[in-house]
Each structure stands twice: as C-alpha cells, then as structure tokens.
C-alpha cells in the first residue's frame, strides 16, 4: 500500500498498528494459555518447587494436576525423537531429555573438549552438565500413566 499511494495520502502507520495491537490483545484470554506448552511446563515446575517447599501437596493431587495439563505436555526427547522412558530435566533450562541420551552427548562432547549445547530448539543454553541433570518424576509419572492408558 505505501508503494502504491502518494506520501500526503499515507495512512497514519502508528495509529493502524496501535489499533492491529489492541485487535489481537481482544482475542487472546487465559484459554489461550492453557494450550501454551512452554506456559504450562513453567505452571508444573512452580508446583514441584511447591512440593520440594512445602511438602504440602500429596503426590495424588500433584498426578491429578498434571494429567489436566497432560495433552499439552511432549513426552518427545528432542535428541532421540522418541517417547522417553526415564526422563531427566535440566535445573539450568528446564528442558527434559532420555537420561542416556543426553548423558552419551554430554560424554561424546567431553571427549572432543567441547560443551554441549541444549538440544531442545530454541533454547539457548549452551554448557549443559551431567550434574544439571535431575530425574524429572513428575514427567515420568504422566508417561507411565498415558502408556497404560
């Protein structure tokens, strides 16, 4: 449209673009988080630093809250493509992995003298460390549940 108009005839380019931010900002609610993936990983971590805090919560509420989130979450490893069967997160990112993949990356990368970078996509984690790693049984749970389902 700016190429084609002549320059006293071009629209007001803050104006279009402050009224585009409020049309989008309208349609976007809390449902629209309930499907964020990255939103709801950050909603479990908050409810397991609760749990290690507080030791509140019984295990059967935290499986409770979590099989709700359950079709938002990837039980995908983003090193080996597949369903992981003993999960393990990063404390630095908060990615989760297969706990020999990643520790068979982080062993090949030490070889070679080199860090290992996370390999979820995006993450900009670039020295990942065996002693980063944690056993992610919230994670684990949800598999072994969604398997036997």
Same mark, same amino acid.
């Given at each position: $449209?700016?190429?084609?108009?002549?320059?006293?005839?071009?629209?007001?380019?803050?104006?279009? *673009? $402050?009224?585009?931010?409020?049309?989008?900002?309208?349609?976007?609610?809390?449902?629209?988080?309930?499907?964020?993936?990255?939103?709801?990983?950050?909603?479990?971590?908050?409810?397991?630093?609760?749990?290690?805090?507080?030791?509140?919560?019984?295990?059967?509420? !935290?499986?409770?809250?979590? *099989?709700?989130?359950?079709? $938002?979450?990837?039980? !995908?490893?983003?090193?080996?493509?597949?369903?992981?069967?003993?999960?393990?997160?990063?404390?630095?990112?908060?990615?989760?992995?297969?706990?020999? *993949?990643?520790?068979?990356?982080? $062993?090949?990368?030490?070889?070679?003298?080199?860090?290992?970078?996370?390999?979820?996509?995006?993450?900009?984690?670039?020295?990942?460390?065996?002693?980063?790693?944690?056993?992610?049984?919230?994670?684990?749970?949800? !598999?072994?549940?969604?398997?036997?389902?």
């Amino acid at each position: $449209q700016v190429k084609r108009e002549k320059p006293e005839d071009l629209p007001d380019l803050e104006n279009l *673009a $402050q009224e585009k931010f409020l049309e989008m900002e309208s349609k976007n609610n809390d449902s629209d988080l309930q499907k964020n993936e990255k939103y709801m990983y950050f909603k479990d971590q908050l409810k397991e630093m609760k749990k290690q805090y507080h030791g509140n919560d019984t295990i059967e509420q !935290i499986d409770e809250d979590i *099989a709700v989130t359950r079709s $938002q979450m990837n039980f !995908i490893c983003p090193i080996t493509q597949m369903t992981m069967k003993r999960p393990v997160r990063n404390k630095v990112c908060g990615h989760s992995y297969e706990e020999d *993949a990643i520790l068979e990356m982080i $062993q090949t990368q030490k070889q070679k003298k080199k860090k290992v970078r996370c390999p979820k996509m995006g993450c900009s984690h670039v020295d990942v460390k065996g002693s980063d790693l944690v056993p992610d049984e919230a994670l684990k749970r949800v !598999i072994d549940s969604q398997n036997k389902q």
